[in-house]
């Protein structure tokens, strides 16, 4: 069988997901797009041999589409996903699932009502081998009780058009779900701390900042995020346990040995350090429609990290400790 999938958003992430899905995932085809960019989106169907709708909305309806994969502007995002759940079509929406936590919530509770989970969010980094050697070092005891966290995310740049807050949003929503999933704890407060800003950013963004996250069971967490750090993309963690730590460095892509000195590069950005997490995150994605589970990142999943990373860039705003609030977990995602 061959899962069907209409992709909504042909930019950066879209086209990268949709040029995967139709060559290098088995089980899967691209039968749509859509994009506001119509000539991009006609380019991107052209190539991967599918068909450019005229609106997201026809494409959800479109009997030719079973499943939608989502790769459009984040604000997007809770209304494209409530249709999808309407027309009961399966769906893996790029982070964030919705801007705010009032938007997510109205997408649970369609799911809820629709009885089933339909929705995946896009947080890959719980398909990296590495990632995933770390959490079954911790799920296996070997380093006793997880206590602490240090961890970094940094860019080489972002676009002009990136705000401070988007370092909350954007970047360390990653490591907000992370920390959630390796843990097996929600976030209950942050404190955001922007340092003395790097001249490459002073004046116009909030850069590096650090922030420190406390988890339900006492455990606590510090994320450096520094988006213009300007030599690569640099992720590394390292979770301290009570009887030892487990740490995931940053792959290192060539070395070179010359002159008394060992010279390593680091990958250039998020598609070359995460290209194996997306491959994985769309093969399972996709094998488990056909086998209909659905146990990838969930609603809750894209709620808790929307609200996490909301309560963030107040904190950075007030200054302040501030507390996170979730509503209940519905049973659907327990
Ligand atoms: P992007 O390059 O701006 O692509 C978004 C595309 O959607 C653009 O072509 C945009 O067109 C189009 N668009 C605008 N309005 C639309 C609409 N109503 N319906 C459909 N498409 C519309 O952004 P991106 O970097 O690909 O990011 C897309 C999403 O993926 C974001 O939520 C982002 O956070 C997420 N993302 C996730 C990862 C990850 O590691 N998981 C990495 C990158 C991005 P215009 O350019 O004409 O506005």
């Given at each position: 069988m061959t899962l069907a999938v209409g992709v909504i958003g042909t930019g950066n992430i879209g086209v990268y997901h949709a040029r995967r899905l139709a060559s290098q995932i088995s089980g899967a085809q691209v039968t749509a797009v859509f994009d506001v960019a119509t000539e991009r989106a006609a380019a991107v169907a052209k190539e991967v041999g599918a068909v450019a709708h005229r609106s997201w909305t026809e494409l959800v309806e479109a009997t030719e589409v079973e499943a939608v994969l989502i790769a459009s502007p984040g604000p997007l995002h809770a209304e494209q996903v409530l249709a999808c759940i309407a027309a009961g079509k399966p769906v893996l929406c790029e982070k964030p699932l919705a801007t705010t936590g009032e938007d997510c919530l109205k997408v649970i509770a369609a799911e809820v009502a629709f009885g089933r989970r339909l929705v995946q969010v896009g947080f890959m980094r719980r398909y990296d081998r590495a990632y995933r050697v770390v959490k079954a070092a911790i799920d296996d005891g070997n380093i006793g009780q997880p206590l602490l966290a240090h961890m970094v995310h940094r860019n080489a740049s972002v676009p002009d058009s990136f705000t401070s807050d988007m370092s909350m949003t954007d970047s360390v929503i990653h490591e907000i779900d992370t920390i959630r999933w390796l843990f097996g704890q929600e976030i209950v407060t942050t404190t955001v701390v922007a340092s003395k800003p790097s001249p490459q950013t002073a004046g116009r963004l909030r850069d590096p900042q650090l922030v420190l996250l406390e988890l339900a069971d006492g455990a606590v967490v510090d994320v450096e995020v520094f988006?213009?750090?300007?030599?690569g993309y640099d992720v590394r963690c390292e979770i301290v346990g009570s009887t030892g730590t487990v740490s995931m460095d940053n792959p290192s892509t060539t070395s070179l040995l010359r002159n008394g000195q060992r010279i390593e590069t680091v990958p250039a950005d998020w598609r070359v350090r995460f290209d194996t997490a997306y491959q994985d995150e769309l093969q399972e994605w996709v094998n488990g429609l056909t086998a209909g589970t659905a146990d990838g990142p969930s609603s809750w999943d894209g709620y808790a990290a929307a609200v996490v990373a909301n309560s963030a860039v107040s904190a950075l705003a007030d200054g302040a400790r501030t507390e996170v609030t979730l509503v209940d977990r519905p049973g659907l995602y327990t």
């Open positions: 988006v213009n750090c300007q030599y």
